[in-house]
């Protein structure tokens, strides 16, 4: 059963640039409810550039990226309240406040989000932290920090995910709850956007290379930063 409202996200001509490098010119991408698209690609070709891109975080120099619901489309740069409550980003830093606990780092993001105890409970489940509820973040491996930083995007529902290395710190146990997890995400209409160096499996999930979109020169000067 769909549980957000179907949707297009898209990118259009997407130029990144970085200092004075052009990372990346001419990307495209589209996905609707239940897509999940890999990102790969040597480091340095703007993974993460254009994941936090995708998040907001990173202003295209070019191009545009649209969310579009029935006939509406929208640039997602245009209003960031909007997108930012659309979607989730993990990246390389586990977002976990030392002095909360597991539980009141997911609950700060459920509670946001509407959602109340059962959500924080779910969450725990989902990722098998239900022993970690009470512990302060300070005292977290880096594997359990990243179970309560990928818990939170459970306990707090938007239909864009989007994943950067989630893999890192994971035993495979948890690697396996995470791809259960991600593809109960799509089931529900979700869609999911995610670089890893890792074998995730993630069935029918479409391949975004972006060394085929690499650039390594100099600024352009019709680029406009």
Not at 134 to 152: I, T, W, Y
Request: hydrophobic fraction near 45%; proline fraction near 4%; include cysteine.
């Amino acid at each position: 059963m769909s549980r957000f409202e179907p949707a297009q996200f898209s990118g259009e001509k997407l130029i990144c640039v970085r200092g004075e490098r052009t990372v990346f010119r001419g990307l495209d991408f589209s996905m609707t409810a239940g897509d999940a698209l890999i990102l790969i690609g040597p480091n340095g070709a703007g993974k993460s550039s254009l994941l936090r891109m995708m998040a907001g975080l990173l202003q295209p120099a070019a191009g545009e990226m649209l969310w579009t619901q029935g006939d509406e489309g929208e640039n997602v740069h245009d209003d960031m309240d909007v997108h930012g409550a659309r979607l989730h980003y993990v990246g390389h830093h586990d977002a976990v406040k030392p002095v909360l606990t597991a539980a009141e780092n997911i609950g700060f993001w459920a509670h946001i989000r509407g959602q109340g105890e059962d959500a924080i409970k779910d969450a725990l489940d989902v990722f098998d932290i239900q022993h970690l509820y009470d512990v302060p973040g300070r005292f977290l491996s880096a594997g359990q920090k990243r179970r309560v930083n990928l818990a939170r995007i459970i306990a707090a529902p938007a239909p864009l995910w989007l994943l950067d290395e989630p893999t890192t710190a994971l035993d495979k146990a948890t690697i396996k709850r995470l791809e259960d997890a991600i593809q109960a995400h799509r089931d529900a209409g979700g869609m999911v956007v995610l670089s890893t160096h890792a074998d995730v499996n993630t069935p029918d999930a479409m391949t975004l290379d972006l060394a085929d979109f690499a650039v390594n020169a100099p600024l352009d000067e019709h680029v406009m930063v």
